[in-house]
């Protein structure tokens, strides 16, 4: 039993935590919570949906199509409108990325309506391989492998790459990024794009077991949010840890103390972290300037 | 013209003569409208009037205060629900439940307070997201309110006289709640509370140093901007009459933030502007393919590339385009494009 919800707690913790890792790389170079992160995601995986059931092409094409829309999207939001934004304080962006939320919301149920689709996906979530006296789905597994493979790359993104040490710097100084011959708006809509692209990833892990529909990442984007606070806004490997932390917490408290309360856990973690320790617990404290 | 000589003429309600005449204009239109107007337009104006109430609440806190909210369908939902179990269960009278369901309201509101004590900018609206969220999943799990499925409003009842069941008498117990308190709120905020509010939005450790007590305008800000909404939530039970949680949701909070924007950020004009403007938009838009021209359009284009039953969803689509254009075109919203026109007019030829 306990095992069992462990084993699962990691696997939902593996979109947890890609949610988290795309809100905040974007939250790093903004210090804006994306809220339209969950939408991106929704709208990339019915584009998915679209090109493999509609148009009937095959998943390679499909998924990357998907992850290509997710790219072109990430940078489309950036250019057209938050660049635009002269001067902008954190309450005004945070109402254009409410605004896009609401704009793809809208778009994805004007175009695939409410009702509920199934997605077919190669790997079965009915498959599954004995570890122990807990079971592990297929789907499960290919999850959790696709989480470390996008971490992993991250991590040598940024260590690496003449890109990602930039946005490195652009991260933590714009002025003197900038000084330095980083062109700061170009690296922003790179990491637009690639927060888009991971948020993608983790909408199409998570179709197959959740129903397809406009609300597919309202509920995840908030568990997203938790995962990031509880590991810190700031760091991408906290955030990540933080993910498969509520992962688990979440299924533990839902075996053992009440599945039907077990939604409510995430905002718990929310307030008491916001509470005792605002800059979560990976993250070190950061001080204001006055 | 606009010079202030001393104190007194600083606080005044209305400052000149020429407001003074447009508010007795004001109310002799509210008094004769709803003799005169069908029953559409009556309904449609309760419904602003609710509206104008969140704006005008939720601006105290956004605009005045600085503090963003993203939970105000929470304090919205504790109204209604607090309204309606108060004189359901209880059996109070309408005016002592509604204040009643305003205190409530005020309380979670001073306790969502506390934390922003510590918090701000993006934490604070993941916190207060947090908060509305959860309000909404208790309230549909406990089957004292109803469960799921929501509760009926019970009968309203005037001083135990004479009931209300009509658009045309709700507007005569909505009209005057919304008119009294918002011009309360402007009161407030030309007072000592108010520029204690302003100060800490500027800057709040100047504020400090210049004596201001953060812990308690911060967290009054949040109980009067709670109060505000847990009123109009009560009063949106009986328009409404009936009541189920998930229409309190995420997306109700963003509206209401879309009053304030749209109205102008830190004005008590602008958020009664927000609150009439972006009510008949919402409105508007719910029946988009009844539009002369455009609802043709639309179903065309829904026909060929989108779907005919998802339309309405265009509502969203453009509430958030609005959103969008005006933070980043307008950051002062109605209120700042009526004073850049009453300014260039007053100017005129030069």
């Known amino acids: ?290 | 013209m606009d010079i202030k000589r001393d104190y007194y003429e600083d606080i005044q309600l209305l400052d000149s003569k020429v407001l003074w005449f447009w508010f007795l204009m004001l109310i002799a239109a509210l008094v004769t409208f709803p003799f005169l107007a069908p029953n559409y337009y009556i309904y449609m104006a309760n419904y602003m009037a609710i509206n104008v109430l969140v704006a005008v609440g939720l601006n105290m806190l956004v605009g005045y205060t600085g503090q963003i909210s993203l939970g105000h369908a929470g304090f919205f939902a504790i109204g209604a629900f607090t309204t309606v179990l108060f004189m359901g269960k209880l059996s109070f009278p309408f005016l002592v439940a509604l204040t009643a369901a305003g205190a409530i309201a005020a309380v979670f509101g001073f306790v969502l307070g506390l934390p922003a004590l510590r918090l701000e900018g993006p934490y604070l609206a993941i916190a207060t997201l947090g908060f509305g969220m959860a309000i909404t999943q208790l309230i549909g799990r406990w089957e004292f309110f109803g469960g799921r499925m929501g509760i009926q409003a019970p009968t309203l009842k005037l001083f135990g006289l004479c009931t209300v069941s009509s658009d045309r008498g709700l507007y005569f117990v909505i009209i005057p709640i919304t008119f009294l308190l918002t011009l309360a709120a402007r009161n407030l905020m030309k007072t000592k509370v108010g520029r204690a509010f302003i100060a800490i939005r500027d800057s709040d450790i100047a504020a400090e140093t210049m004596g201001v007590n953060l812990t308690y305008y911060k967290t009054l800000a949040f109980a009067i901007s709670a109060f505000y909404t847990g009123i109009a939530g009560g009063l949106m039970a009986f328009m409404l009459g009936f009541i189920n949680p998930s229409s309190f949701n995420f997306i109700l909070s963003i509206y209401f933030l879309a009053f304030v924007i749209v109205g102008g950020v830190g004005t008590i004009f602008g958020s009664i502007m927000g609150g009439v403007v972006m009510t008949w938009l919402i409105l508007m838009l719910d029946k988009v393919q009844d539009l002369p021209y455009l609802g043709q359009l639309l179903m065309t284009i829904s026909d060929r590339w989108m779907s005919v039953t998802g339309v309405h969803n265009v509502a969203s689509i453009c509430l958030g385009l609005i959103i969008v254009l005006i933070v980043v075109f307008e950051p002062l919203g109605l209120y700042g494009f009526w004073i850049r026109t009453k300014i260039y007019w007053k100017t005129w030829p030069f």
């Not at chain 1, 903004?30 to 991106?40: D, K, T, Y």
């Not at chain 1, 998943?59 to 950036?78: C, H, N, W």
């Not at chain 1, 250019?79 to 635009?84: D, H, I, P, S, Y």
């Open chain 1, 1 to 290: 039993m306990f095992l069992q919800l462990i084993v699962s707690g990691i696997s939902i913790g593996s979109i947890y935590a890609l949610v988290a890792l795309a809100m905040v790389i974007i939250y790093k170079a903004s210090e804006v919570p994306n809220f339209a992160q969950g939408e991106m995601a929704m709208i990339s995986t019915f584009i998915a949906f679209m090109l493999f059931d509609g148009y009937g092409h095959g998943f390679l094409v499909s998924f990357s199509g998907a992850l290509g829309f997710a790219i072109v999207l990430g940078i489309f939001l950036e250019f057209v409108f938050l660049r635009r934004a002269k001067d902008p304080n954190v309450l005004s962006l945070i109402l254009i990325t409410l605004g896009f939320q609401m704009m793809l919301y809208g778009t994805a149920s004007w175009k695939w309506g409410a009702e509920q689709k199934s997605f077919d996906f190669p790997v079965s979530d009915f498959d599954i391989v004995n570890i122990g006296p807990a079971v592990i789905s297929y789907l499960n597994i290919a999850t959790l492998l696709a989480a470390l493979f996008l971490m992993f790359a991250l991590f040598l993104f940024f260590r690496y790459t003449k890109v990602g040490i930039a946005m490195k710097a652009t991260q933590q100084n714009v002025v003197a990024a900038r000084i330095n011959g980083i062109r700061a708006n170009r690296i922003l809509s790179i990491t637009w794009a690639m927060s888009s692209f991971i948020g993608a990833v983790a909408g199409m892990m998570l179709a197959p077991v959740a129903t397809l529909d406009p609300n597919l990442m309202m509920d995840p984007l908030l568990k997203g949010f938790a995962a990031a606070v509880l590991g810190g806004m700031t760091t991408l490997v906290g955030s990540a840890i933080g993910g498969y932390m509520l992962g688990i917490i979440e299924t533990l408290f839902g075996g053992y103390v009440s599945l039907q309360f077990k939604s409510v856990v995430a905002f718990l973690i929310i307030v008491l972290v916001l509470c005792f320790k605002p800059s979560g617990l990976f993250a070190k404290h950061y001080v204001r300037r006055v």
